[in-house]
């Protein structure tokens, strides 16, 4: 008994732990309004001074929101569906189209 109540402790704190080292600031379409299906969790290489994020901190950023953008060609990424979505991103977190291709494909 006394092994379980000891375990379900560790277990606990070591999800505890894990929660608070996910990252709050979260990089997705502003009309977006349910849960993104395609998240990931990195180090940011660029400063986001609207997310208050410096370089190195962890960032969520949805994927599902910048379709095909991480492994476009550079012909494609001067496509004018490309450019549209991108300048539209990049004005909406503050970024320039350099730092958020960066961020994306970094």
């Known amino acids: 008994m006394l092994f379980r109540v000891i375990l379900g402790l560790i277990v606990g704190m070591l999800f505890a732990i894990k929660l608070q080292a996910m990252p709050e600031q979260r990089l997705q379409s502003s009309g977006r309004e349910e849960a993104c299906p395609h998240l990931i969790y990195k180090k940011s290489p660029v400063d986001i001074k609207k997310l208050s994020v410096k370089s190195g901190d962890m960032i969520c950023l949805c994927l599902s929101d910048l379709p095909d953008m ?5 012909k494609d990424l001067r496509s004018p569906e490309f450019q549209v979505t991108l300048s539209r991103f990049a004005g909406d977190w503050g970024l320039s189209e350099p730092e958020l291709l960066l961020l994306i494909r970094k």
């Open 70 to 74: 991480r492994g476009a060609s550079e």
